[in-house]
């Protein structure tokens, strides 16, 4: 199921989806997104390989793998050798050692540079927010995540990853399918400047079957925004950016691990604090009965 889901959509959008399954890999990225900041500062696509290494590896903090390895999953790269020739694809694994390389996207990527650039710390974003450790098999999760990738304006890829979890999560169907036309608006919206009035109106209906709050996001803010869309867009053709917000109690959402941890340590911190209190009290119980003896010692002398 997933594969279909990958194989519907572009190559970017297939990274960010097999990443955000398993969010420990994460930090790949950091390869595209070290690469475009050489390419700016350099103000060339054709960076030497050396420095992308050290720039990505020195920021790594749980993944490890060989950079060969890393390349050719990503497959957004090519190599030159030192004499012009281009490597890519499997050719890269036979690459032993990057002195003298240098590495630039594919062209099709240079073309779009900066919309890739922005993809990716946006992809970036929405990972950071979310714990290593969370279950990706929940509903609650499914919800979260949805909202994070909407909100990041990433319509591509929320339209791919709520169709996913609209298979996944039958009964969720509904927030699904929402934030799915919702995203499917925006992108016709930026695409080909049509206003398809059709995708919000089902948007509504769907968003009007959830309870408020709906695993934390404020539906009750959103069919009001919703509706004010609706009316922009029917007046005059003009529309706005909908955000999905969460409730107060669910605007930062935790995993499972964190909130186990900060429970331990509030439990660990109650109970040192009684401890103290207990010591205070003896302490105090010590220093009057000290100055009770010395009271009657002073009597009896």
């Not at 790949?28 to 060339?44: F, G, S």
């Not at 398809?196 to 539906?219: C, D, F, I, Q, S």
Request: glycine fraction near 4%; hydrophobic fraction near 35%; charge should be positive.
């Amino acid at each position: 199921m997933l594969k279909d889901i990958w194989q519907e959509a572009g190559r970017l959008e297939s990274i960010f989806l097999e990443i955000i399954e398993d969010p420990t890999k994460k930090e790949v990225l950091l390869y595209p997104i070290c690469y475009c900041q050489l390419v700016r500062k350099e103000n060339t696509f054709e960076v030497e390989l050396p420095r992308l290494i050290s720039c990505a590896n020195k920021t790594f903090h749980t993944f490890r793998g060989r950079w060969q390895d890393i390349l050719l999953e990503l497959d957004l790269f090519q190599l030159l050798t030192p004499r012009g020739d281009v490597i890519c694809g499997k050719d890269i694994l036979k690459v032993q050692s990057p002195d003298g390389f240098r590495i630039s996207f594919l062209p099709e990527y240079r073309e779009v540079f900066y919309e890739v650039y922005s993809k990716f710390l946006k992809y970036w974003t929405v990972l950071s927010k979310v714990s290593s450790y969370s279950k990706r098999n929940t509903p609650a999760e499914g919800v979260y995540l949805s909202a994070l990738i909407f909100n990041e304006e990433l319509y591509p890829e929320s339209i791919h990853f709520a169709g996913l979890q609209s298979l996944r999560f039958p009964r969720e169907e509904p927030f699904f399918s929402a934030v799915k036309h919702l995203s499917e608006f925006y992108l016709k919206v930026n695409e080909r400047r049509e206003f398809p009035l059709p995708l919000l109106e089902k948007a509504l209906a769907k968003v009007e079957e959830l309870r408020n709050p709906y695993y934390g996001v404020n539906t009750a803010r959103l069919r009001k925004d919703l509706e004010g869309l609706i009316r922009d867009v029917t007046r005059g053709r003009r529309y706005f950016v909908v955000k999905i917000s969460f409730t107060v109690n669910s605007e930062r959402r935790k995993g499972s691990l964190r909130s186990f941890l900060e429970r331990l340590l509030k439990r660990i911190g109650d109970f040192g604090r009684r401890k103290l209190n207990l010591m205070n009290q003896d302490r105090s119980y010590f220093r009057e009965k000290s100055w009770r003896e010395r009271r009657e010692i002073r009597v009896s002398l």
